[in-house]
């Protein structure tokens, strides 16, 4: 990727005729012409530099101050021009929408003036009153979604974003604890509305949330059937967005199936000794004992170490592994290793 030039003439096509350039001079040009200039003037040690100029299409309703290709806009919200958003219909919706790059991320020409873009501007910190911010910025929203409500939101976007705190950063939903001012019914949304004590916080890669079917072999297709009887835990389709897994239920879990698994490993063991006993008890009797009488006491053994090794501890470690399953992997248990507030993809 060829590096960019901090001064590019080919930005100022003027928007009447994108072939034509109206370039203005720069301070090279203006001593190249023996026209005096200062020495740092044109962008040069943080002067205002010279770029193309583009505008917001502003509303009879809003305020702006402009520095350069920055702007400060406050008025009615607006998805794009002035009849859209939630002040098209006259409805109390003040916003605060600080823009750095108007239209930078599509094509401008010099002397534009452009409407709001959640998409192509360059970068912003949105605050408004009421505003419908999962539609106004494209952002994913679950297969057949409700109609989204408005309310009140605060929005950053750029290239790149980041959250910095030097003793800690908390994502909280719900409400707050330990605060007064919000009355004798407690805190509402900022449209006086009820919400849930714990909502959910998603975290979305890629910005996407849908799902897709698992690859399967398409000779075994007809036999998906029969494989979810024998497999109920087989699923064949992929889900994007899932719970996170909770780091404290997860080590409990990952615990008792250890003690699970060992105690299958012990009773096998234990079989497997019994068995080594009896064979060689077997073999000795048998060399040297022409009648065998000694064969009924390894054989007593085994059959002892069998019942008490075999089905029933099976059973026993079955009903361990039920257990395990009840208390971690039931979306209703205490101890479910996954978590009902917090998604990511």
């Known amino acids: 990727m060829a590096k960019e ?23 090279q040009d203006l001593i190249d012409s023996g026209i005096p200039v200062r020495t740092q003037t044109g962008g040069l040690a943080n002067t205002p530099p010279i770029q193309p100029t583009v505008q917001r299409n502003i509303s ?6 402009y520095f350069g290709d920055a702007a400060i806009v406050m008025g009615p919200q607006r998805n794009t021009n002035e009849i859209s958003g939630e002040g098209k219909s006259g409805f109390s919706s003040d916003t605060i929408d600080i823009v750095v790059g108007f239209n930078a991320g599509g094509e401008n020409c010099n002397g534009q003036i452009v409407n709001v873009n959640a998409i192509t501007d360059g970068a912003r910190v949105y605050v408004s009153k009421s505003v419908k911010v999962d539609t106004m910025f494209g952002i994913a929203r679950e297969p057949k979604p ?15 974003a980041r959250i910095i705190g030097r003793t800690g950063i908390k994502l909280v939903t719900g409400h707050a604890q330990g605060a007064t001012g919000a009355g004798s019914k407690g805190e509402k949304t900022s449209k006086r509305g009820n919400y849930e004590q714990s909502p959910k916080i998603d975290l979305i890669a890629g910005n996407n949330i849908g799902s897709y079917d698992l690859p399967f072999p398409e000779q075994m297709k007809p036999f998906i059937n029969a494989v979810g009887r024998l497999m109920p835990w087989y699923e064949t389709k992929y889900e994007y967005l899932q719970p996170t897994i909770m780091g404290e239920n997860m080590r409990i879990a990952l615990t008792e199936l250890a003690d699970v698994i060992d105690s299958a490993i012990s009773a096998q063991m234990t079989i497997n000794l019994a068995m080594t ?17 000694p064969l009924g006491i390894p054989i007593s053994l085994l059959a002892q ?6 089905p029933k501890s099976q059973n026993s470690i079955k009903n361990q592994l039920t257990t395990w399953e009840d208390n971690f992997l039931n979306n ?6 996954c978590s009902k507030n917090v998604r990511i993809t």
């Open 60 to 65: 009879f309703g809003e305020k702006v101050n």
């Open 277 to 293: 006993v009896v064979m060689e008890t077997l073999g000795k009797g048998l060399s040297a004992i022409p009648g065998g009488q």
């Open 332 to 337: 209703n248990a205490t101890r479910y290793i």
């Open 146 to 160: 409700k109609a989204e409500k408005a309310r009140s939101a605060v929005v950053m976007k750029a290239d790149t």
């Open 5 to 27: 030039k901090a001064y590019n003439k080919d930005k100022f096509k003027t928007c009447a005729s994108t072939s034509e350039v109206r370039a203005p001079a720069t301070p």
């Open 305 to 310: 170490l069998l019942d008490k090794y075999g």
